[in-house]
């Protein structure tokens, strides 16, 4: 087999936050083309069981905390074992408590570092930690696909989340100091940056008028759905992509274009 262009049925994707909002539908996404899942959660036990029962034979759900980098090895251990596979793709999709509320955001003068270390710790702590743990699996198969889940923030910060934003903006860096490193392995780094999303756990504070607001200003009118944004995820872990690195891809309905 050309492990250059594995299928994604052939796949075996590890999705952080997997079980709810965007997790699930990237989850959805993975499933509905054949892939076997891995589904790691925090807290949301029974919302990862219930995805697992729609594909009983082609995913697991596992918990572990993805800032703890000996849980994150163990899960992948884990995983690897139940399907008697390597991981080759991992989606760092997993998001720290934060809900989309402008009103309730910290403002300048009140934003904390304990703030901005939370969603460091989060969302590149724990990028690090999985793409840490499965590369070996992607090296010793000399395939690998690794897509980080971005925002548009950094580029159009319309809505000044500082602590959140900083972190996907480091993000970014890190998605294309890693694409440098880890070609020669054979494993492709990428990012997925999204606008707000119609709905999902974290964007269920924003007031209705602002969704209005987002539609009315792009392109396709419209605000992109969660689904929508995790068929993208397919492009970078497919053939399609196989010669694509370090790059972010915006899916925003083309409110900012790149």
Not at 25 to 34: D, I, V
Not at 51 to 68: E, F, G, K, M, Y
Not at 122 to 145: D, K, P, V, W, Y
Request: hydrophobic share 45%; with cysteine; glycine share 6%.
């Amino acid at each position: 087999m050309n492990t250059a262009a594995l299928a994604i049925q052939d796949q075996v994707v590890l999705i952080t936050g997997g079980a709810r909002g965007l997790g699930a539908e990237l989850t959805r996404a993975f499933l509905n083309q054949g892939a076997c899942v891995v589904i790691n959660y925090l807290q949301s036990k029974e919302a990862a069981e219930t995805l697992v029962a729609t594909a009983p034979d082609r995913a697991i759900a596992l918990q572990a905390d993805v800032c703890d980098a000996q849980a994150v090895a163990a899960m992948v251990e884990q995983a690897e074992r139940h399907f008697s596979k390597k991981i080759t793709t991992v989606v760092n999709n997993a998001l720290p408590s934060f809900r989309f509320n402008g009103d309730a955001r910290p403002h300048a003068q009140d934003l904390s570092w304990e703030q901005m270390h939370q969603q460091m710790e989060g969302i590149l702590r724990g990028a690090l930690n999985t793409i840490q743990a499965t590369m070996a699996s992607m090296e010793a198969q000399h395939f690998g696909r690794i897509i980080n889940i971005g925002t548009n923030l950094f580029q159009n910060p319309v809505v000044p989340y500082h602590d959140y934003t900083a972190a996907k903006a480091a993000l970014l860096s890190f998605t294309r100091t890693m694409s440098q490193d880890l070609g020669p392995k054979g494993i492709t780094v990428n990012m997925i940056s999204g606008g707000l999303l119609r709905t999902t756990d974290a964007s269920s504070a924003t007031p209705e008028a602002v969704f209005d607001f987002i539609a009315a200003s792009t392109p396709l009118r419209k605000v992109t759905d969660p689904a929508e944004f995790a068929d993208t995820a397919l492009f970078f872990a497919s053939p399609w992509a196989r010669s694509v690195t370090g790059q972010n891809l915006v899916v925003d309905g083309g409110l900012v274009k790149n």
